[in-house]
């Protein structure tokens, strides 16, 4: 009754705008915020990236955020309880800063390995993605704040994504690419985004998928937002069930629309559908009449942190064990801790969805504070990884002006003359204040070199560049953009660099600039490399370090070269000299822990000579802390595999990311993942699911239902002996198989999982409950989906490639 009554409320708010007013709040008024609307008490709403934390309205080092593990970690939990609390964490952040919906959870699969966004979205698996995703909305929104699936739908490679058009079976579309959507949908998901592609021929923003299934099958009463610029057309976009244009002020609707309403090619009935989603979004958020007042529960920074190292250990993915891990640290006098990716980690993926952390715990850092005193503990850096120039940060230069630890960002009009400057903390500026008469960003520093040797300094950014040293130009060009995208133009724009001879302990003056010019966004960043090492003498000291240490751990990972959005990767390759580093250093005793910091799938070729391989992907800020905790066995390694690792790319079923002719074909139909590596009979290195503990497991029994009835849950049943010799959680996963048939269908696929703990000796049984969905597939021919009877097999074990366990029941038509 209650909501009635708010419907008839909103629909009375509705009577008192005109056409013009009505449509003046579908485009965003600002990057960030919708419009405000004072006669209804509709205040504006602010909107914010927040995959892996909550930025805000603004690109500013000065206001951090909290920065969770990356979205392929939370796919490693298979634990939705520790994902709710995760987003919770992130409504926290949220009403801190004020924002009202989060841009969160990406929805989009893993499809193939080189998939450049893998980081920022949960499995390869629709069911694990689907309730990963879930979990998330309903922790971001039990607080009065909304979350948003995005990007809806088959925006799963980043090759031409502006403008690529998927061409997907029905089939593949329902059971695959939708599904983790229509998940999102049932936990009362709030706001969904269009994405920049198009699908089967029409660009999602004007795309009937919007309608159907996403609000009439499925009856999403939420706004359908676009992705920022994805909107080409007034129209189509118009008539296809899009409701909020971003960003703002200008956009292909204001005055068009109007226009178009009133010549009655857009139903006005359209445009109020549009605005009552959107006052049904404000007053979920406590935008629309009495401001909110409650907030969600704050545990403090130090709450958040113990958070934040407690997914990092648990989304760890330890690979293969030979006995090395947990190390014990009674037992150790010195540790080398091997590797750039120790000291500078990537602890967040590239692009629109970063932000600046608010404090970075290292592997480095995590390990020196685990053992403390009595242990030496000795870091290498060893050969290039090939990592790009890092930004400008405080312990590198200081301001010229007030001397602090940082940089001075000035704003010059077109004669010179300064019009706002500023002390900044890194040389990472995004959205520098432009007053009027803004012609060119200065950012200027005194660098004080660590070394001495040939440094290479940089300015990113597009159009005119200009970087001096001591008052000398080593850089001065114009350079085009040649490219839409963004996330490139607006948050990772190319950096243009020349190499200088420096002097160790000797500070120079760094003046880097850039004229503002129409198209060329607003996004500078100054850079700063030290000398390359000699690879050989740097590998040499590397192998050294660890033949003279009681342990060794060897970090190594991808950059922002290989994994960011904008770009597909083109190989799988860790870069650099990182493989030759890990197989010199484990020729050399088997007490090595080689530690991959990736946010996807990388080649492990020495995998088999190291002593233990622990998976860390992009750990959040606490990653180094958490790490440790699981390197000496204060926790466990609790992540399980969300997508299936290949050892060469070669071996992979599903590859293709690069369009032909503008269109990209999901050739493999719903054969994705791991459904495909058992379609083609390969084995991959790791498969999906896997994951190892500190002790053993052994499967026991599967009891499964006398009969299952099409379209009705149903539980199965498995029991699980803890055979080791530590308390432990196993990841129970339960997989289904139907009979061969006319229909293409997967050899199996997940259905449900559900985790145990047990002490050493100790039985425990996991009740998997599976949801009707498993057992159905979509019928191309009737359009709908279907539910053969006959036999079914279920799966039990702890991968998709380890299911010691089987059973089969039958499957009875209901009624």
Known sequence: MRQTDDEAEREALLGKLTLREKVRLLTGATTWRTRAEPVLGLREMVLSDGPAGVRGQSWDERDPALLLPSASALGALWDEELVERLGGLLAAEARRKGVDVVLAPTLNLHRTPLGGRHFECCSEDPELTGRTGAALVRGIQAHGVAATAKHYVANDSETDRLTVDVRVSERALREVYLAPFEAAVEAGVRVVMAGYNGVNGTTMTASPLLDDPLKSEWGFDGVVVSDWGAVRSCEPAALAALDLVMPGPESAWGEALVRAVEAGRVPREAVDDKVRRLLGLAAACGALGEPRTSAPPVTGRSGARALLREAAAASTVLLHNHGVLPLDPARLRTVAVIGAHAALPRVQGGGSAGVFPERVVTPLDGIRAALGDGVRVVHVPGPSADVPPAPLTPDLCTDPVTGDPGVRLRVLDAAGRELHSEHRTSGRQLEPPLPPGAHTVEIGAFLLPGSSGRWRLGVGGFGRLSVAVDERVVLDGEFGRGTDD??????????????????????????????????????????????????????????????????????????????????????????????????????????????????????????????????????????????????????????????????????????????????????????????????????????????????????????????????????????????????????????????????????????????????????????????????????????????????????????????????????????
Do not use: K
């Open 486 to 815: 963004p996330a490139v133009v607006h948050v990772n724009p190319p950096v243009h660099g020349a190499t200088v001879p420096l002097t160790a302990g000797r500070a120079v003056r760094v003046v880097a600039r850039r004229e503002l010019a129409p198209g060329t966004g607003r996004a500078t960043v100054v850079t700063a490399a030290p000398p390359r090492p000699d690879d050989g003498p740097a590998l040499a000291e590397a192998v050294r370090a660890a033949r003279e240490a009681d342990a060794a751990i060897v970090v190594v990972g991808t950059t922002e070269h290989g994994e960011s959005e904008g770009h597909d990767r083109t190989d799988l390759g860790l870069g650099g000299r990182q493989d030759d580093l890990v197989r010199a250093v484990t020729a050399f005793g088997s007490r090595t822990v080689v530690v991959v910091n990736s946010g996807g799938p990388v080649e492990l070729p020495w995998r088999a000579r190291a002593g233990a391989v622990l998976l860390t992907w992009f750990p959040g800020q606490e990653g180094g802390a958490g790490l440790a905790d699981v390197l000496f066995g204060r926790a466990e390694p609790g992540g399980r595999l969300p997508t299936t690792w290949p050892a060469r790319l070669a071996d992979a079923p599903v590859t293709r990311t690069r369009p032909e002719g503008g269109r990209l074909d999901y050739t493999e139909g719903p054969h994705i993942g791991y459904r495909a590596w058992a379609r083609h009979d390969r084995a991959p290195a790791y498969w999906f699911g896997h994951g190892l503990g500190y002790t053993t497991w052994a499967y026991e029994g599967l009891a499964v239902p006398d009969e299952i009835v099409a379209g009705e849950a149903f539980t199965v049943r498995v029991e699980v002996r803890n055979t080791g010799p530590r308390r432990g959680r196993e990841v129970v996963q339960v997989y289904l198989a139907r009979p061969p048939g006319p229909l293409d269908r997967a050899a199996c696929r997940l259905a449900g999982h559900a985790a145990v703990v047990a002490e050493p000796g100790e039985r425990a049984t996991a009740s998997v409950r599976i949801p009707a969905r498993a057992l159905r597939h979509w019928d191309e021919d009737g359009h709908a989906w279907r539910t053969s009877p006959g036999p079914c097999r279920v799966f039990a074990g702890r991968s998709a490639g380890a299911l010691p366990l089987t059973a089969t029941a039958p499957v009875r038509s209901s009624g």
